[in-house]
Structures are given as structure tokens and as C-alpha cells.
């Protein structure tokens, strides 16, 4: 099987998923095999998440990954769906800080999910809701919440310095 030259490694390619499993994504590209590990895939994967969310996960950031690392001992490329969205983002123009205020409402899009939140797109810029801020506290976002999905959110902190927003799930 051909292998990606090394000028390839870094580069955003695209793929179509051809298998899943538990421990991640199984890509073709451009007639090559990547792999994707579950951990690089923009979700935290749980036993119970049936394949069909990794599929969405790839679908929603357009099938677009970043090749990173050559596995000398087999024939595919190590890929990563998050190094991709970080290269992009850095690339778009990202909403200045100053144009964020506490208390505005804005919808955005879940990008990731963990057990003590979720983090939400809203244009550029990351929010992370806690669970304790989400419509069904005290319970798993990882049992309500999926990546991709609209979710509207009204920004609770700001911390310039570190570049980090708060916020809560906000329903009117």
C-alpha cells in the first residue's frame, strides 16, 4: 500500500470513514488507511455510543483530518480530526475577546463533551459550559449532549489573559 510522502505529514486531508470502533476511526484517503484514535476524534468515546457518532463527528467537521505521525510498523498514517479544527480555526479570523460580553446569548454548535462539560463553538471562540450550568445538572453530559448539535448559551466569564470563556445553557 502506497504511504503518504513525508511533505504530507501536518497537511489537512480528507477521508471517508470505513470502519469504527471503540478505539477509533478507520479513514481512507486519497487510497491510503489513516488511523484516527478515539482520543484525537473531537469526542470522548464511551462503550456505550453507537459507531454511527464518530461518523458524525468526521461528517461534521467535512470529513477533514490532519496527518501527523508515519507508523513505520504498518502501512496507514495516524490522523487527528482536533488538530484539524485547531489548524483551521487558528487560520479563520477569530472573534476578538473585546466583541464578547458576559450576559449576551449566543447559539453555537458542540465541539466536545466530557463528563464535567461540554465546549461550544459560538464563531471562533471555545465556550465551556460546566454541568452544574447545563439544563439537566447533576447528570452525565455525555448522556444528553451531542457534537454538532445547536446549543444556545450566555456567556457567564471572560478571562482575556487566558484566552478562556464560561458560560451557561440558556433557554429562554
Not at 81 to 87: E, K, L, M, R
Not at 117 to 130: K, L, M
Not at 146 to 152: D, K, S
Request: hydrophobic share 40%; aromatic share 10%; with cysteine.
Amino acid at each position: 500500500m502506497d504511504q503518504f510522502q513525508s511533505a504530507d505529514l501536518g497537511k489537512i486531508k480528507s477521508g471517508i470513514v470505513t470502519e469504527t470502533s471503540r478505539f477509533g476511526l478507520i479513514v481512507n484517503s486519497e487510497g491510503k488507511t489513516v488511523f484516527i484514535p478515539a482520543s484525537l476524534s473531537a469526542v470522548l468515546r464511551s462503550d456505550e455510543w453507537p459507531d454511527e457518532v464518530f461518523e458524525a463527528v468526521l461528517h461534521r467537521f467535512g470529513n477533514k483530518f490532519i496527518t501527523f505521525q508515519l507508523m513505520q510498523s504498518k502501512s496507514m498514517i495516524v490522523g487527528s480530526i482536533t488538530g484539524a479544527v485547531t489548524q483551521l480555526k487558528q487560520a479563520a479570523k477569530p472573534m476578538p475577546f473585546s466583541d464578547i460580553h458576559a450576559g449576551v446569548v449566543y447559539e453555537g454548535r458542540i465541539e466536545n463533551i466530557c463528563q464535567y462539560g461540554v465546549f461550544v463553538d459560538i464563531g471562533n471562540v471555545t465556550v465551556f459550559v460546566h454541568k452544574t450550568c447545563l439544563l439537566n445538572p447533576g447528570e452525565c453530559p455525555l448522556d444528553f449532549y451531542i457534537p454538532g448539535n445547536r446549543i444556545v448559551v450566555r456567556i457567564t466569564e471572560i478571562d482575556g489573559a487566558k484566552e478562556r470563556v464560561s458560560g451557561e445553557e440558556y433557554h429562554p
